[in-house]
């Protein structure tokens, strides 16, 4: 076994390697869902009907989460372990459930489809649930030492993305027009790949640090906890408002057919977003040691709003659509690989603040912003290019389909300014709000190691206040 990369580090390799690995699983199933399935269900049922279908659903997902995290927060495995026993149900329901999305039989009628996407996106939603919020949460009991954390969530960033790159070259190829699988045998590829790199982790992964407050949490407890932790609020708040608005993740596949005639060029645009977070992902830790990671994530979500503004002009020239995509996809990584480092450092903070410890519920926030920004972006797109007058097609399930009734000739012209609004011009306002909302964010790096310190007991909050750089 390699020894630790720091003294003072308290994982080994095997371990983060397994943590590491699990992620690239996780994110290969989310992409598969949150990139695929709208256009998956568009092929089929009338855009408009879909959007209201996924954002139905997150009334469902807003009680889950809820009900989730106080539950989670609550509950004591006789074994004593917080965080894998949940890890172990969400390794087998999420592949499951991510399968069952795509078997939609395409040949019934739609209120059929419609009534078999709304059920299987509930038990998918809820399976998804028990697969993210353990796993963020693990790395707290994993490791107390900030640094350490920062690493291994900046490093899980680097298969995490090898995960959504492969799934989001993988699939694409699969079903486009020129090879004609179907996106039922798609997901059963990813979900076989997916809950094999996340098992080891359920036998290797370990809990060294256990929680200290042994209080029984009720809701009101909850409440103000989440109201008393401000920067988890403002944090997720931005991320809802950027995330939710880049409706370009879930339609790249019906942007490359319909704008630039073929599916396929999908994977040209998908490989030069996802060149620069590989390399990204091997930067950023480097980059954090040295500048606080709050400054570099804002610095990064300000470039991507500037580097947005060049897109606007290509839609004639799919050379310089792809040229100005990978220059924003560069601070897009940054944005994407620190994007959940904050969720921890909120969690020592709102403990430090309220002597609570209630690690599950901000955990189950992430989650919950997570799958609402993922379904309004799914949704949103679905909306816009229906009020656009885009048309779905019976029983045309795949792009070999679209290709055989000849889809492109039959959609109305408006529906191609529907699709370039919605994948280029809608996500700049969110990314607008963002920047606005995370300029309230003001925890850095040092102060919340400070906070850690105090909430395992090392030093007094007395000390730690007057450590401080500021008063929180």
């Not at 499951?96 to 078999?116: H, N, R």
């Not at 790395?139 to 492969?166: C, F, P």
């Not at 942007?255 to 599916?263: C, E, G, Q």
């Not at 309004?376 to 019976?394: C, E, M, N, Q, R």
Request: hydrophobic share 50%; proline share 4%; charged share 15%.
């Amino acid at each position: 076994m390699k020894p630790n990369k720091n003294p003072l580090w308290q994982t080994n390799s095997r371990e983060r390697m397994s943590y590491y690995s699990y992620f690239f699983g996780q994110n290969m199933i989310y992409t598969m869902v949150s990139s695929f399935l709208p256009t998956f269900v568009a092929f089929m049922i009338d855009p408009i009907t879909c959007s209201i279908v996924m954002g139905v659903v997150k009334v469902w997902d807003a009680v889950n989460d809820a009900i989730f995290g106080v539950i989670f927060d609550k509950v004591k495995f006789k074994s004593g372990k917080k965080y894998i026993p949940w890890l172990k149900a969400a390794c087998i329901l999420t592949p499951l459930s991510t399968v069952a999305l795509f078997l939609i039989p395409t040949d019934s009628k739609e209120s059929v489809q419609v009534l078999w996407f709304a059920l299987a996106y509930i038990v998918w939603d809820t399976a998804y649930t028990l697969c993210d919020v353990p796993a963020f949460g693990l790395v707290t009991a994993m490791s107390n030492n900030i640094e350490e954390r920062n690493s291994i969530l900046s490093v899980k960033g680097l298969t995490a993305g090898v995960g959504v790159a492969l799934a989001s070259v993988i699939v694409p190829a699969l079903v486009s027009e020129d090879v004609g699988v179907s996106y039922g045998v798609a997901s059963v590829l990813i979900a076989v790949v997916a809950a094999a790199t996340m098992a080891p982790l359920l036998f290797i992964g370990k809990e060294r640090f256990k929680s200290t407050d042994e209080e029984q949490f009720t809701v009101r407890r909850m409440i103000k906890y989440v109201v008393s932790n401000k920067y988890l609020l403002v944090y997720y708040l931005g991320y809802i408002f950027f995330s939710g608005a880049q409706t370009y993740n879930s339609m790249h596949q019906i942007f490359a057919y319909y704008i630039y005639k073929n599916s396929l060029a999908s994977l040209i645009t998908g490989t030069v977003a996802a060149a620069p977070q590989l390399v990204m992902a091997l930067l950023v830790p480097k980059i954090i040691r040295k500048y606080d990671k709050a400054f570099v994530f804002k610095v990064s979500a300000v470039a991507a709003l500037v580097l947005s503004l060049p897109i606007l002009f290509t839609r004639e020239s799919f050379v310089m659509f792809t040229v100005t995509y990978m220059l924003r996809s560069i601070p897009l990584a940054v944005i994407g690989i620190l994007a959940f480092t904050f969720t921890p450092d909120c969690a020592e903070y709102g403990q430090f603040k309220t002597g609570i410890e209630a690690k599950g519920i901000s955990f189950a926030i992430q989650t919950f912003a997570v799958k609402l920004a993922a379904a309004i972006s799914g949704s949103t797109w679905l909306a816009i290019v229906g009020f656009y007058g885009f048309k779905s097609f019976d029983n045309a399930a795949d792009f070999a389909a679209l290709e055989k009734i000849n889809a492109i000739a039959q959609q109305p012209a408006s529906a191609f300014d529907g699709i370039w609004f919605a994948y280029n011009i809608f996500p700049i306002f969110g990314l607008a709000i963002a920047c606005a909302i995370w300029f309230f964010y003001r925890l850095n790096d040092k102060d919340v190691q400070l906070m850690a310190d105090c909430n395992r007991g090392a030093i007094t909050k007395e000390e730690a206040e007057s450590k401080l750089s500021r008063k929180y």
